[in-house]
């Protein structure tokens, strides 16, 4: 008779260890692509690698961000959680003020601080994964319509806040992590109420102010019609991974490096990294973001209670999301979008926010992992994850 799934999966304290050091692994994956890809426009002008340098610095912060979350008890998270929530939907407000927030393209979605900028969309889904599994292990015992309405109105309040940016694919990317955070809850008619609110959305490209939204629609469905035009970076990109084959045309050796490949050094990094290393390079970086997908999924099935079951799942939810929606956009399977692969392309908000969310999940799994050792039974899934019925 076959195992059953759970004693096949890694323990809480594996979890605990692994998750940081496949973190490190990609980061140093994407350092190393960012100074090949980068340095070469960077040295016409003087010594180094700016997007090298910045990112480096992003990276430290990063690694300090989730050695603290790390330490912290998911206790304190879960009590903290309204607190940090209602700030990331406060600072969602400010950045969409005039002269607060900075606008670029049409699009007011950073703070500008001297040289250095940040998204804090990128923050406000982590926020927004640690709020929902606060509210659902708080809503537990209350009655069906704050266990469906509630959550659901907490992923459309921090959806609706990134779309007026507007930013319609960070908006849908948020729905997305918390229709699955949800759905590994067992809120299935929470999930229904957003997947139905869901088919409205492609009818925002009509509407005013969002004419970026349908033209990228269009170059989508017909990126040749233009190819020096606004279809050039798809084109490029799929020339890109087309010309690296197995093994690549070797490190700091492609073409994206020289120009041709617009934003190579953050959104399409990952054609970057097929055209120099091949199907082997972009393979052993998809094996790497699966794997700290599956630590996150194990961490959830180990996690002492409810809340850390799916703060995990969340998290593993939104890095895998984001990693699959990159390479759909960098394949040309998907509209463009500006998403970077999490912890791989340049971006400092998207590193430094990815770090914390991982660091929480090392907080977890620390836990279960000393609830294990004292004999409490740690490493059975909690009851309700997933599947759980509304009363």
């Known amino acids: 008779m076959p195992a059953p799934l759970e004693s096949s999966l890694p323990d ?48 430290i912060a990063g690694l300090l961000l989730m050695g603290l979350a790390a330490v912290v008890p998911p206790r304190l998270w879960r009590a903290a959680a309204p607190g940090l929530l209602a700030a990331s939907a406060l600072i969602l407000v400010a950045v ?16 500008r601080l001297g040289g250095w900028s940040i998204q804090p969309s990128e923050f406000a ?32 309040g921090f959806a609706g806040l990134v779309v007026v940016e507007p930013d319609v694919g ?42 970026h939204v349908r033209t990228r629609i269009q170059i989508f469905l017909n990126p040749e019609a ?56 972009a393979a052993a970086a998809l094996m790497l973001a699966l794997g700290i997908v599956g630590l996150c999924l194990a961490t959830a099935a180990r996690a002492k209670d409810r809340f850390g079951a799916l703060l995990a799942a969340g998290v593993g939810a939104a890095f895998g999301t984001a990693a699959a929606l990159n390479v759909g956009v960098v394949c040309g399977v998907l509209p463009p979008k500006g998403l970077a692969f999490p912890l791989l392309s340049y971006g400092g908000s998207s590193l430094v926010a990815m770090m914390l969310g991982l660091g929480l999940v090392v907080s977890v799994a620390q836990e279960a992992a000393r609830a294990f050792e004292a004999g409490a039974g740690a490493n059975t899934v909690p009851a309700g994850v997933p599947g759980e019925a509304l009363p």
């Open 170 to 211: 960070g908006a849908l990317l948020i729905g997305a992590v918390g229709v699955w955070t949800l759905w590994v809850a067992g809120r299935t008619f929470a999930v229904g109420v957003l997947s139905a609110g869901a088919l409205a959305l492609p009818a925002v490209a009509f509407l005013p102010g969002f004419e």
């Open 12 to 59: 809480a304290a594996a979890c605990a260890r692994w998750i940081p050091r496949a973190a490190i692994v990609l980061l140093g994956l994407g350092l190393l692509l960012i100074h090949s890809g980068a340095a070469a426009p960077a040295l016409a002008e003087g010594p180094g690698s700016p997007f090298f340098q910045k990112q480096l610095a992003y990276a």
């Open 226 to 281: 233009d190819p020096l035009g606004r279809g050039y970076q798809i084109v490029q990109s799929i020339g890109a991974i087309a010309s690296g084959g197995w093994t690549g045309v070797g490190l700091g050796e492609g073409m994206a490096r020289h120009g041709y490949l617009p934003e190579h050094e953050t959104d399409f990094l990952f054609a970057t990294l097929t055209q120099e290393l091949g199907f082997i390079g």
């Open 125 to 156: 889904r982590i926020m927004l994964v640690l709020g929902l599994a606060a509210t659902v292990a708080w809503t537990d015992t209350k009655g069906a319509f704050a266990r469906t309405f509630l959550p659901a109105g907490l992923v459309v």
């Open 96 to 111: 969409l003020a005039p002269g607060v927030g900075a606008t670029v393209n049409g699009a007011r979605r950073w703070f």
